[in-house]
Every structure is written in structure tokens, then in C-alpha cells.
């Protein structure tokens, strides 16, 4: 299963790329456009997560809504497509927002099918092989797509419509890996925890404290989902355009800068998962969230393309950690909703990604270049306590509950 999200992951990060060198270095779109530009694809969604996880819960094939994300996500990518040979910053959010769209009717079933099939002791690790597969795509749609560009950008500059052909590729991919999920997942195979021993612990009940305790945590978990969120798209839609316009202005060279950091912490995700099985939550949040603000002041400090290659290898590794961190957790607060659960935490995501580029791209235009990064810090060391409060007053209610050390040193 995991597998065919190789096909699905081709066009990632090539199409993140050109969308930002596009509409910065060809249309000379703002930071605001820009911003705009992702948290419209963030619109889409956030809308379909409003109901994605409802329907997650209660329809016998989950492939099935993966196969319509799939192709959703393939017809936006023919949209961009378009939109790039008119020239047209319209269109190309309105292929955003189609891709944000069918893109929470991909990842919310999927992430569903992975709990279901995997040991919750062993959960991040899971995660973390479908964070693998994403790195092989992302490297051979790297290789494939910006080979073509290069060389064709090189010979018929002006010919947008062979220059992005890559594209029009990646996008059927798409439509290949939705196929293959039906034809190839069978959903009845599942991970069976329950023993007569310890059924009761994965019972839909309180085990420890009252409602109100579970509320308050709830509260703020949503608090911190939405401000990580914010803080995590602050930045990353202008990264690409930083480099180019401080560090290095050929886009090729900066393609090699970028994809180390792409593709490594993708492709080391299941031995990190792996790790983070075996240490709390609390601590995954604190240790990840000081490296990722250490990292980030790292990276707008350097001047040379090479020493911040080696930078975003670590800071991205840092992000996949804690996203595995999170998804380790959420899904253990229900197995009944479990759907549900995973359709909240897009919809908080969605949220903080829409606002994140807004404020990134006003910044970016009022204050300076690297202001949308130097407050990305401050919030990533502001959201450490609420995260830890939240995971205080859940951990109590989880239905499946953590089997590690006591600490992160008894567990290396």
C-alpha cells in the first residue's frame, strides 16, 4: 500500500518549485500573491477536511475516496499546467485550490488505513515508511522533471508549454496510483490489538480524571495545531524565492541546494519514527521544536548554498519528526474516530496554513525578506508549553496508551 505513494509523490516538490519561480522570476508576483497562492490551495483543503473524515469513518472502502483525491489531485495539476502557458495567476490558484481540495481525500483515509494496520508501539515507525515512500517519489520526479526543465529551458526557453511538460507527467501518475489503490489494497486486512487481557484499555472511556480535563486539553491541542501550523507556513512559500534572490539566482543550482534537504529527512523518516516510538510525546515536541528553531536562525545566517543544503537536511528532518511525533499521538486518542480525530488535525492544519503564508507574504513586503522566518522562530518556541499542557491533560484519555521509557536517555 505504502508503495504506490511513490507515484503519488513525483511531482512534489517540482511542482512547489516551479509554482514559486513561476509566479516570482516570470509573472513578478509579491510576497502577498504568493502567500495567497498557498493558502488558497489551504482553502480547498480545509473545506474538504470539514467532511472527508466523516465519511472516512462510516464508508466500507476507504480506496475508493483515496482514488477520487488521486484524480482530483491529477486534474489540478493539468490546471496549473495551463495556467502557466497563459500566464495566468488566476488560474493557477484556482489549480491550488483544486489540488488542496482532493488532497484531504487522499491523505485523511490514507493516514486512516496506515493506524489501522499497524502496532500502535511501532506507529511512528509506520509513518514513517510512508514518509519513505515519499522521498523515492520526490527523487525520481526530481531527477525526471527538472532534467526535462533544465534541458528544455536551455534550448526553447519560450516554449512554456515543453519547458512544463513535467507537469502534465506527474499529473498522471496520479491518476496510475489511484487505480492501483483499489486494485491492490485489500482494507480487510487489519492490525488486531484486543486481547481478553487488555480490551478494556481500548475501550471509548475515561480511563484516568474527568471530562473537563480531556476538554482543556483538547483546547489546547487545537491552540497549538493551528499556531505550529501558522508558524510552519510562515516561511517554506518563500524559502525557494529567499534563496534565489540572496544565495544563488540560477534556479537549477538552487533545485540541487534544495533537494538533499527534500530528500534525505524523507528517506531516514522510518529509522526517526522508529525513535520517537520509543520516547514519549512531550519530550519529541520539546527536542524537535528547540532544533527546528535553532535550524531556521541557522539557515538565514549563511551565505553559501552548500552549507544551507546541509542546514535544510536537518531542519526538514527536525519537521518530519515532529509531524510523526503528532500523528503518533492523535492517533491514539480514538479508535472509533479515529477518522475524525485525523480530519481535525487537517482542518487546524489548514487553518494555521492558510494564515501562515497571508502574514509570511505581508511581512515579506512590509518588513523585510527575512522577517517571515525570524518570526517563525519566536512562535516555534512559543507553542513548546502549549503543546506540553495539551499533551498533560490528553494522555490520560488516550485509548491507546504509550509503552516507553521514562526518559529520552532510558530510551536510546
Not at 9 to 16: A, P, R, T
Not at 339 to 351: D, F, I, P
Not at 357 to 364: D, K, N, S
Amino acid at each position: 500500500m505504502i508503495k504506490i505513494v511513490i507515484l503519488n509523490s513525483v511531482g512534489f516538490y517540482f511542482l512547489e518549485f516551479l509554482i514559486q519561480y513561476f509566479t516570482s522570476q516570470q509573472l513578478g508576483a509579491s510576497g502577498l500573491q504568493i502567500g495567497l497562492i498557498y493558502s488558497i490551495l489551504t482553502i480547498g483543503h480545509m473545506l474538504s477536511s470539514t467532511f472527508v473524515g466523516w465519511i472516512t469513518d462510516r464508508i466500507k472502502s476507504k480506496t475508493k475516496l483515496i482514488l477520487i483525491g488521486s484524480m482530483g489531485r491529477g486534474i489540478s495539476y493539468f490546471i496549473i499546467y495551463v495556467s502557466i502557458i497563459l500566464r495566468n495567476l488566476s488560474l493557477i490558484g484556482f489549480g491550488m485550490f483544486i489540488l488542496g481540495f482532493f488532497a484531504g481525500f487522499f491523505w485523511i483515509p490514507f493516514d486512516t488505513l496506515i493506524a489501522e494496520k499497524s502496532d500502535k508501539n511501532v506507529r511512528s515507525y509506520a509513518y514513517g515508511r510512508r514518509d519513505f515512500a515519499i522521498g523515492i517519489g520526490i527523487l525520481i520526479g526530481s531527477i525526471l522533471g527538472f532534467t526535462l526543465f533544465a534541458i528544455l529551458n536551455t534550448l526553447i526557453p519560450d516554449n512554456l508549454a515543453l519547458v512544463y511538460i513535467g507537469i502534465l507527467i506527474f499529473g498522471a501518475s496520479n491518476f496510475i496510483a489511484g487505480i492501483q489503490f483499489v486494485r491492490k489494497v485489500d482494507e480487510n486486512i487489519k492490525y488486531n490489538q484486543k486481547t481478553s487481557d487488555d480490551e478494556t484499555e481500548f475501550e471509548e472511556k475515561d480511563s484516568k480524571g474527568s471530562n473537563s480535563f480531556l476538554y482543556i486539553g483538547l483546547a489546547f491541542l487545537l491552540i497549538a495545531l493551528i499556531s505550529s501550523n501558522i508558524n510552519g507556513t510562515l516561511a517554506k512559500p518563500f524559502l525557494n524565492i529567499y534563496v534565489l534572490e540572496n544565495i544563488e539566482s540560477d534556479p537549477i543550482l538552487a533545485v540541487i541546494g534544495f533537494l538533499p534537504g527534500y530528500i534525505i529527512s524523507f528517506l531516514i523518516a522510518p529509522r526517526v519514527g522508529n525513535y520517537i516510538d520509543k520516547i514519549k510525546p512531550s519530550i519529541g515536541i520539546t527536542v524537535s521544536s528547540l532544533l527546528g528553531a535553532l535550524f531556521t536562525w541557522l539557515l538565514i545566517s549563511t551565505p553559501n548554498l552548500w552549507v544551507f543544503s546541509i542546514l535544510l537536511i536537518f531542519d526538514y528532518t527536525i519537521v518530519n519528526a515532529a509531524n510523526l511525533v503528532l500523528n503518533n499521538f492523535l492517533s491514539r486518542i480514538s479508535l472509533k474516530h479515529r477518522g475524525k480525530v485525523l480530519s481535525l488535525n487537517s482542518m487546524c492544519k489548514n487553518l494555521g496554513t492558510f494564515l501562515g503564508p497571508i502574514i509570511g507574504g505581508i511581512v515579506w513586503d512590509l518588513i523585510s525578506i527575512k522577517a517571515p522566518f525570524m518570526i517563525s522562530i519566536f512562535v516555534e518556541l512559543i507553542i513548546i508549553p502549549i503543546y506540553l499542557i495539551s499533551i498533560f491533560y490528553l494522555q490520560p484519555h488516550l485509548t491507546e496508551k504509550y509503552e516507553v521509557k521514562e526518559s529520552f536517555v532510558e530510551s536510546m
